[in-house]
């Protein structure tokens, strides 16, 4: 049962890694706003499945993040690569009142994607994601350290367990500025 599992979401999951920057929580939203803003901009870097069948597949993978005008949020467009397989990847999350953080990752749950159910910015530096498709349940995490790099980790829940299937390390590829102060 588990392998079955993991096996039939890797694929899904290694795509939905990409959705990395964008989560936040109701209350606070100033952290919220500055996790968002750190993660504008573009980012490459390499990751791997690290559970189940495909465990030990590398892929490389480039996003463009960006927030949308008057709202919390982010969205996220690239894709991923595995070999001379590339699969174009796109989500998005916003603030929704009371509801918190809701999104969707490839057209969402009822598309051929996920959807993002919850999320928490745990402080300017860190994030955590719920994502639910049918019976898939899991989290996805996501630590900017500094202005130019990003871990992912994603989860998915087999009985009663959070089983790490995918990690990635991005690195900023562009000049954004992220902090307050603007160099002269």
């Known amino acids: 049962m588990k392998s079955a599992i993991l096996s039939s979401v890797l694929p899904m999951t290694v795509a939905l890694a990409a959705t990395a920057g964008l989560a936040g ?3 606070g939203a100033e952290p919220d706003k500055q996790f968002f803003r750190s993660v504008e901009g573009k980012w490459v870097g390499p990751g791997e499945i690290v559970a189940g069948k495909y465990k030990g597949t590398k892929f490389t993978c480039s996003f463009t993040g960006s927030t949308p005008d008057g709202n919390v949020g ?3 467009d690239g894709g991923c690569r595995v070999g ?12 929704k009142g009371r509801q918190g953080y809701k999104g969707s ?7 051929s994607g996920l959807d993002i159910i919850g999320g928490n910015v745990v402080d300017p530096h860190k994030v955590v994601f719920t ?5 898939l349940r899991g989290v996805m995490q996501a630590l900017v350290p500094d202005d130019n790099s990003m871990t992912v980790t994603v989860a998915v829940r087999v009985d009663e367990q959070l089983v790490p299937v995918i990690g990635m390390k991005l690195k900023r590829v562009d000049a954004v500025e992220v902090g307050s102060i603007a160099p002269n």
Request: glycine residues 10%.
């Open 84 to 95: 001379m397989f590339t699969q174009q990847m796109s989500a998005t999350v916003q603030h």
């Open 74 to 76: 982010m969205s996220l």
């Open 25 to 27: 929580k109701a209350l």
């Open 105 to 111: 990752f490839m057209g969402g749950a009822a598309g």
């Open 131 to 135: 994502i639910n498709r049918n019976q």
